[in-house]
């Protein structure tokens, strides 16, 4: 079963910048859809960004410029660079995959409550 772990929350200051990392294991899919999720207290989850297994991307209006998903498939490793923190970034971010084995779905519109978690990494961006 795919297992995926997240990395490389920290605290920053606004302005700053932090990179995430999700290492996935078990990973089987052939054609999959994966993204970055965050949640703040008292919120609820928003997906931040999607990236498909072919590559193509999309993003929430609220990160699309400052935040970039990238790839790595000879790691197995999706990464969320995330410039400019903003203190509203401040959240625990999640990274989620699922099977789009038929291709059937839009990775900005797929269902990961469906597919594989991981148990988040803390981003907190202080003023």
């Known amino acids: 079963q795919v297992q995926l772990a997240e990395s490389g929350g920290d605290s920053v200051q606004s302005g700053g910048s932090l990179k995430l990392s999700c290492a996935a294991a078990?990973?089987?899919?052939?054609?999959?859809?994966m993204a970055w999720f965050r949640q703040a207290p008292g919120k609820e989850r928003e997906r931040v960004a999607t990236?498909?297994?072919?590559?193509?991307?999309s993003y929430s209006g609220l990160v699309r410029g400052r935040f970039t998903i990238a790839l790595d498939n000879a790691k197995n490793t999706l990464y969320l660079q995330m410039n400019n923190l903003k203190p509203e970034d401040t959240a625990m971010y999640y990274c989620?995959?699922?099977?789009?084995?038929?291709?059937?779905?839009?990775?900005?519109?797929?269902?990961?409550?469906?597919?594989?978690w991981g148990q988040g990494t803390q981003v907190t961006v202080s003023s």
């Open positions: 989620a995959a699922g099977d789009n084995g038929d291709g059937y779905w839009s990775c900005s519109m797929f269902p990961f409550d469906r597919g594989v």
């Open positions: 990236i498909e297994s072919g590559g193509l991307t």
């Open positions: 078990e990973f089987t899919y052939s054609r999959y859809c």
